[in-house]
């Protein structure tokens, strides 16, 4: 799969900074790996950013955590990936306090497909 950009916390550095950093880092992992890397952002995280439309190109790995189809923020129309809880249990896993869930947005033939190309 794509290398993913999890961007979750500000650590206190202003927003143009942090979208700045972000396209840079996007931009150097993509060259180096010959892939689009996916952005995981939860929503309001997104939201607290200003929605920053510069983005639109990456795939969304999306964090919301419901049992509905999550809404998407802008400048996404779709999700690749969909984070819908982060604490569930697992056969197999020995864990006490869960793992991450998540869906991917297709067929397991458009997974494969999205593993070598990154195209989604």
């Known amino acids: 799969l794509p290398p993913v950009l999890d961007w979750e916390v500000t650590d206190s550095v202003p927003i143009g900074q942090q979208i700045q950093n972000a396209k840079i880092w996007l931009e ?4 180096a790996t010959g892939k689009r890397p996916l952005i995981y952002v939860g929503y309001y995280f997104w939201k ?10 990456y795939p969304l790995f999306f964090a919301r955590y419901t049992s509905n189809c999550p809404i998407i923020p802008a400048p996404w129309h779709q999700w690749v990936f969909w984070q ?12 006490t306090t869960g793992v991450d869930h998540d869906l991917f947005n297709g067929t397991q033939e458009d997974l494969l497909r999205f593993a070598q190309t990154g195209e989604f």
């Open 28 to 31: 150097t992992v993509e060259n």
């Open 48 to 57: 607290s950013l200003g929605d920053p439309k510069d983005f639109a190109d």
């Open 84 to 95: 819908y809880n982060d604490d569930s249990p697992l056969e197999g896993v020995d864990s």
